[in-house]
């Protein structure tokens, strides 16, 4: 009687979720019709509302997804691009099964490039001059992401990396830049980006590159395009970038080494100056790195019987003196202006009086030099 009850409970329940979601379909139907009329009267914006209606109140999927595809075309009809991208997204998400995937696809990639030529969604359908945020990355990356090996996608990414770059965003850029020659090996596209991307690394190894990465970043991008396309009008400019960038790298590396042997160690100058002289023999640098190895011989002799030249480090201690005390001291703030602490002199650079050789003259004028009133700064 106990299992009886409960499966009489669950059949009723059943039957209210039942006739619940046909009540839901019900619904969402009526505002889908309220949507057909509108769109026909050509009122896009308030039919795509509706069909967005019919979207949340339908049960069915198949009910919610031709309300998505609805509204997708109303809001395509309202030159409202960014909201025909958002359902486009959810049926992507929602209903991937019961859609034309590469058709919806195709439309997210022609979203992006209107974006991409300008256009902005109306904040108000009247007011013409208040528009919506700009959405282009947005788009793109959501089309890439859905189809990364698409037909127009090496396009998509180039016109992204250059976004990328307009913003200050620079390694997000290189990201696609190296993505392109991967999945588009031998297009146009491909060549583009390897172009670009020796570009933007060598304006990133001016700006400041202290452990030389971005440099050996742009060296690698030259040669892969020069490996790749050997034989295009821009190879020249990749050639002198490339020469461009290792002499940067050899005056970095020469400058190392020229501190070390200013610093009195040759072992270590020795180190830096042979690797400009073995991996840039081309460079200006190259050349004085030489000199300079040739100046190390001249001074530093191998001992009998040592392979390597050995001269410690000396310290040139420089010893300044202690001013004498017979000498006047200044002592006076700087930028004081004398305001805080008047200059103050030795006592034995001021006049003074033996006693063994005063005359009683001197004495009696000193004596009343001490009595006088009119004496405020006593005796001197």
Same mark, same amino acid.
């Given at each position: 009687?106990?299992? @009886?009850?409960? %499966?009489?409970?669950? /059949?009723? #329940? +059943? ?5 619940? !979601? =046909?009540?839901?379909?019900? &619904? ?32 069915? @999927?198949?009910? %919610?997804?031709?309300? /998505?595809? #609805? +509204? ?5 009809? !309202? =030159?409202?691009?960014?909201? &025909? ?55 793109? &990356? ?239």
């Amino acid at each position: 009687m106990r299992f @009886s009850g409960i %499966k009489t409970g669950l /059949l009723a #329940a +059943a039957v209210l979720l039942a006739a619940a !979601a =046909e009540a839901s379909d019900q &619904e969402a139907n009526v505002f889908f019709s309220q949507g057909r009329d509108r769109e026909k009267t050509e009122s896009y914006r308030s039919a795509a509302s509706r069909y967005m209606d019919a979207h949340f109140m339908a049960d069915s @999927s198949i009910l %919610k997804g031709n309300a /998505l595809i #609805a +509204a997708a075309r109303a809001y395509r009809k !309202a =030159e409202l691009y960014g909201d &025909e991208f958002d359902c486009l997204q959810k049926l992507i998400r929602e209903h991937l099964n019961e859609i034309n995937f590469t058709q919806i696809v195709n439309r997210q990639y022609e979203i992006g490039d209107l974006y991409f030529e300008g256009h902005r969604d109306l904040f108000i359908s009247w007011i013409p001059f208040i528009q919506n945020e700009d959405r282009t990355i947005e788009i793109y &990356e959501a089309a890439l992401k859905n189809a990364p090996c698409a037909e127009r996608a090496g396009e998509t990414r180039l016109r992204l990396a250059r976004l990328y770059i307009n913003e200050q965003k620079t390694d997000d850029a290189i990201r696609h830049l190296r993505e392109i020659p991967k999945l588009h090996p031998g297009t146009r596209s491909a060549q583009y980006a390897m172009l670009e991307l020796c570009s933007l690394l060598l304006q990133m190894s001016e700006r400041g590159d202290g452990d030389g990465s971005y440099s050996r970043q742009a060296v690698e991008a030259c040669d892969n395009y020069l490996r790749e396309f050997p034989k295009t009008p821009e190879t020249p400019w990749v050639i002198k970038a490339r020469q461009t960038v290792r002499n940067r790298m050899a005056a970095r590396i020469h400058a190392v080494g020229s501190y070390y042997y200013r610093s009195g160690k040759p072992e270590l100058a020795e180190k830096y100056l042979a690797e400009v002289v073995r991996n840039y023999s081309t460079t200006q640098q190259a050349a004085e790195s030489e000199n300079l190895l040739a100046k190390i011989d001249d001074e530093f002799e191998v001992p009998p019987g040592q392979k390597h030249r050995y001269r410690p480090y000396k310290e040139e201690l420089k010893t300044v003196p202690i001013p004498d005390e017979d000498q006047p001291i200044m002592i006076t703030p700087e930028h004081s202006g004398n305001r805080w602490l008047l200059p103050v002199r030795n006592l034995r650079k001021s006049p003074t009086v033996d006693t063994n050789e005063i005359t009683p003259a001197t004495r009696e004028n000193f004596q009343e030099q001490l009595t006088d009133p009119n004496n405020r700064n006593g005796a001197k």
